[in-house]
Each structure stands twice: as C-alpha cells, then as structure tokens.
C-alpha cells in the first residue's frame, strides 16, 4: 500500500481502505474475539470488591485490551502479525523517516456495557510536564516528520474519533481554548469526523487534537496501537514500546514472526544502551561525547531541544524508580507511582544502570533546563482533564538556551554536583 507522506504531514492523519485485507477480516475477528473472552475472565477474576461480576467489562467506558500480546497464542497469532503487515508497519515505513521501526503498544478497544455519550473528551495526547511544549515538538514534527504514528483499525464499522485536520503543527486557537471552556465535549472548530469501515484505518500523530465522541453499546472492537522509530536517528518522542522486555510470549508464534518481534527488541535493548551512554557522557560532564551521542538521536540542529526536553523526563522518571525505598516494593505497588504504568521496565532498565546517587547527579545535569520549562504559578492545560496541575509551560520552549547553553549549564550552581 502507497501512501502520501506530504498529505499526512498537512492533515496530521490519513484514512486508509482495507487496510485488512478483506480476505483476512473474519479470521481476525475470531483472534480478537478469542483475546476478549481471555481478558474478560482476567477483569473478573480482578474485580474489586464494588465491581459487578465482570469488573472492568462491565464498568468501563471503554473496556480496552492493553496488552494483546499477554493474550495471544500460535492460534491467535494474526491478531499480532497485522501491527507487521506492510498495509500497516509499511505504511509506517513510508511516513516515519527512520531507518528501523518496532511496533509499539498492541491494544483493541471494545464497546461498553453501558452507554458513555461524550466519550474523551477532545484532547491532544501528551502533556507538558511529562513530554514537552506544543511549540518544540510541533516544530520538531514539522522538521523531523514523525517519530510515531498511532492507528485506529476497526474490526466493524466505526466513527467513534474525531480530529481537527491541521492542529498537529501549532499551538491551540483561541476559538479551541474558548470552546474547551465552555463544553470540552461539543465539536471543535473545524472538528470533522473519521468514519471508518470494518477493515479500514486511519494513521495519525497524536499531536492533534482528537475526540473519543461518544461510546455506545454498538459492537466495537477497533484495534488500536502504533508505531515508532527506534534506531539512531531516533526520532521518536516516546521512547520504547511495552512488550519488548516480556518477550516470552514470542515463543508460541510462528518462525518469522517471532523472529521480527526479537530483532525489534534487540534494537530497542540497544536505544537504552545508547541512552545509558549519553547520561554516562552527562556524569561525566564530557561534552563533546554528549554532543556526538546526541547527534545520534537527532542528527540535524532542528528537535535537538526537544529531545534534550524528552530525555529530562526520561531522567525525572528514573529518579522516582531508583529511590532505595521504591526499589523495595512490589512490583504491583511500584506500577502504581510511575507516571506511566507501561514504561516501568523501560524506567527500571535504565535506572537499574546506575546508583541512585548517578541518577540524582545526572539530574543535577538537568536542573537548569528544567527551571526555565517551568512558570512560577500552575499552567492550564484545556486538552487534559486527568493530567496533574503542573507548573510546566505549556507552548513555548525556552528562549535563548539552545545545545551548548545546556553544555555550559552543568558548571552552573545548580548543574553542578
Ligand atoms: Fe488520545
């Protein structure tokens, strides 16, 4: 399948016929069907003591598998191989200008029990304190093209999303904040639906502003994941999928399939070598062995800030992992603090590196930056009802404090330590 990459880089998505082919349509059906029926007896057997017998089946307003590969076995194994196609892992080859690509999170999304008109909310998927301003990362996608790209594949008919053609590349209009004011569920200006056949996708970045419209008690099982680069240059701004570091689950899949899984996992073990050494370059205040670790995740000037952004988040979620009284818990009670539940073996990996004393040091390194994304009082952000107020700056990237005033900044009071 041929896609337009200058089409989705004006848009900020595509809509994509039969992305399954007809053909396979029934057979993944049945997969996912088998894969509901598994997490259904999960979310039963996990009910809290309030729940109704199904637990989340039954209470959710999307009742969504997060993790089909923790479902899927050798007959089943299509409900995987589709995230390889080249109808979908192609089409993200055409758009992702990286020379290496992984799959990301692997997930369907189901109806409800019971009706959830308003469905989201519109929203964009990021948030300032734990990514970075709109303005740095919209100029980065615009320089750059993406690093990720989400997908929507409806096993039956769907027009549950919405989008804003065009908002992925800049900062909210006035019209947007004033409605997301007044009634954050009502279409926003601009706002058009994607309705989409069984089989059909649409391939978007999540920069743009979407809508999740109404959840209804009509059949839904829309698959739902993406794609990212994950070899220098690495563009991505999320930086590792889920399943890489629970990869037993290859083991029941056929040959070839397995074998694509485990170089991906292979690569992405790499991306956190990479990132250990460039936090090792930081520790060391070895400037020039930073910069060049740097230009291998973002070789041109342009999202190099961004990135810098990205990493002071990555170091921000290892501090909170490497603590000795957290190291000490659970791993259920552990899932439970991190700022994303699915990146805790991503967090643990890179933190596990290094002492906690390395990572506070590392962080030392940081501080500056850190400082200037922040405002002095708590910033709003309309597309985000669920994130925590933060004082992180919403649009703008710092002014004036570009690679090498970050460079220079670890010899400042508070960078040094
Ligand atoms: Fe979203």
Request: net charge negative.
């Amino acid at each position: 399948m041929r896609v337009d990459q200058a089409q989705f880089m004006e848009q900020g998505y595509l809509i994509l016929r039969n992305v399954i082919p007809a053909e396979q349509l029934d057979a993944i059906r049945q997969s996912y069907e088998v894969l509901v029926e598994r997490q259904k007896a999960v979310w039963a057997r996990e009910r809290q003591p309030d729940d109704p017998p199904g637990g989340v089946w039954e209470t959710h307003q999307q009742p969504r598998l997060s993790h089909v590969e923790e479902l899927v076995d050798r007959s089943t194994a299509n409900a995987v191989e589709l995230w390889l196609h080249e109808n979908t892992l192609g089409v993200a080859q055409q758009l992702i200008r990286a020379p290496e690509l992984a799959v990301t999170e692997m997930m369907l999304m189901c109806n409800p029990v019971h009706d959830h008109p308003g469905g989201t909310g519109w929203h964009r998927d990021f948030q300032p304190a734990t990514q970075a301003p709109v303005v740095g990362l919209t100029e980065d996608l615009r320089a750059n093209g993406p690093g990720y790209v989400q997908w929507n594949i409806p096993l039956y008919d769907d027009n549950v999303l919405w989008v804003v053609p065009g908002s992925h590349l800049r900062v909210n209009t006035e019209a947007e904040e004033r409605q997301m004011a007044e009634d954050p569920q009502a279409p926003l200006p601009g706002g058009i639906p994607v309705p989409l056949n069984a089989g059909d996708g649409v391939v978007y970045t999540n920069l743009i502003w979407h809508w999740g419209s109404n959840y209804s008690t009509r059949l839904r099982r829309t698959i739902h994941g993406g794609h990212a680069s994950i070899a220098p240059p690495l563009y991505a701004h999320i930086f590792s999928p889920v399943w890489d570091q629970q990869l037993r689950f290859v083991e029941c899949l056929p040959a070839a399939t397995r074998q694509t899984l485990e170089r991906m996992a292979q690569l992405l073990s790499d991306q956190r070598d990479l990132l250990e050494s460039l936090f090792r370059a930081m520790l060391d205040k070895d400037g020039d062995r930073f910069l060049r670790e740097l230009a291998a995740l973002r070789p041109g000037e342009e999202g190099r800030m961004v990135c810098l952004v990205m990493l002071s988040k990555v170091v921000k979620r290892m501090r909170l992992v490497s603590q000795p009284e957290v190291r000490r818990l659970p791993r259920a009670e552990r899932a439970k603090i991190v700022v994303h539940r699915d990146m805790l073996d991503f967090d643990e990996n890179l933190a596990g590196r290094f002492s906690h004393e390395e990572v506070e040091r590392i962080w030392q390194r940081f501080a500056v930056l850190d400082a200037k994304l922040q405002a002095d009082s708590e910033q709003h952000v309309s597309w985000s009802r669920s994130g925590k107020p933060s004082r992180y700056i919403v649009n703008e990237m710092p002014a004036n404090f570009g690679v090498a005033e970050f460079v220079a900044s670890w010899n400042d009071r508070q960078g040094a330590s």
